[in-house]
């Protein structure tokens, strides 16, 4: 089993994504992000995305009610509908699934995020939170019946309301479940950089036990990808391939290894 | 089993419905509609619902490619993920389905249509067409593992591309494998009308033969789906509801007979 996370940027390569996974053999499923479609889109409708940081440094999306809109419309709306349909236009009998229907992901609301503003240290409260399980049976109930299941955001919270999530966590809580042996991941560069500006330095092996002193290398949204990378390789994981996403053969490459592989 | 069918106007009171839903012992699906999200989203981002006539009196959304990505905005995005939440805080363990994902209605997509045009007879072809058929195993395997269905539009064509299609004409399918005993339909009025600008003139019953009759009294898009009560009539269902969705409790007060029966 593969479970295959497809990044939200403009540039990846969807297409040659959905005809590499039609040639695999094994089982996987796809989790798909949509940040360049939500962040057109909110910004049509006059409510752009708006990004915090947090006091201890991580960068958050702050999802207020119209982001949860935004985010049903971009994510489960247009990206899962275009990617199911391209699914089904290569043979893959794709189910297109939000965390919220069947409670596929479910997850606990944030308390709020801790955030600096005119020097004081205030709690900002949004509908986001972090995904603690998913609904395995109704997975594998798809998954056995010969579906692929398509996941993204909104997750479902304690109090059954819609909340925004980050991908990276929601690949982990799955693989816990799930036990996938491969993770890949499709971004867009060509694999994990040891200089964000450098796209050459890409770097071809980490192991597991390297991910944590990565972390306080890097800044911003990195840092909380790092971490979650840190976390996904704790389940057990076999492999985690982090690779291109906007090149031809994005999967076949990232199996031949031409990415960063961790193990 | 019941099929519901929720129309997508402005004042459809769906936590009502919702509500109502939970408290049945029967088994339900859902199909919705989604027109004044779709209509306020094509109006923000420039793409107006853009309506024809054909030649033969029967008026239709014009759906061109702009309109299929907004329908998958406001149908399975926004209002889709919406009614699935509120589903969810109510007990009801739904999960959203376009008609793409699984195939779960597949259609031929329209020919075109005829359309005059400065005094001419033209052919337009849109993104549309006609349900022919549903996943019935995907329906029944949600259903028997205790997941109410909640579908709506785009549907699937003959190549796999995502088409739009009327809802009337998607329950009539369904009807046709899923063999409910009951349909209801909520409306944004309080029943079937003798005389669309009297809401008093509600036809308590009506029988299946005199609704072909009713086809030729009515104009524009009410003159298609009376043409599809017809159809849904012939499917061999024991009784239609067509009731008012703005009420306090929508799906009792159908049950109740406050609307039209035809049986």
């Known amino acids: 089993m593969i479970i295959v996370k497809v990044g939200g940027g403009r540039k990846i390569n969807l297409k040659g994504v959905v005809q590499d996974l039609a040639a695999l053999a094994e089982p996987f499923i796809i989790v798909h992000g949509a940040n360049a479609v ?11 995305t708006k990004t915090v940081t947090s006091v201890s440094g991580y960068a958050s999306v702050l999802s207020d009610e119209n982001a949860i809109d935004v985010i049903m419309m971009a994510y489960a709306g247009l990206q899962n509908k275009r990617l199911v349909e391209l699914c089904q236009q290569h043979g893959i009998n794709a189910v297109g699934l939000s965390g919220i229907d069947g409670k596929a992901v479910q997850g606990a609301r944030n308390k709020g995020i801790r955030v600096r503003q005119n020097e004081k240290t205030i709690m900002m409260r949004d509908h986001s939170g972090k995904p603690r399980g998913v609904n395995k049976a109704l997975i594998t109930l798809l998954l056995d019946n010969g579906y692929v299941p398509v996941l993204c955001i909104p997750i479902i919270d304690e109090n059954n309301t819609a909340i925004n999530s ?7 809580v799955l693989q816990e479940e799930l036990h996938a042996e491969t993770v890949i991941q499709l971004i867009e560069a060509p694999g994990f950089l040891n200089d964000a500006n450098d796209q050459t330095s890409v770097v071809a092996r980490i192991s597991k036990l390297e991910l944590e002193s990565r972390e306080a290398q890097v800044e911003g949204r990195m840092k909380r990808k790092v971490h979650a990378l840190a976390k996904l390789a704790a389940t057990g994981v076999q492999r985690i391939l982090i690779s291109d996403g906007r090149v031809e053969h994005p999967i076949q490459d990232a199996l031949n290894g031409k990415g960063t592989t961790i193990q």
């Open 166 to 172: 980050e991908n990276d966590d929601i690949v982990a």
């Open 38 to 48: 939500r962040d057109d889109l909110a910004a049509k409708l006059g409510h752009p």
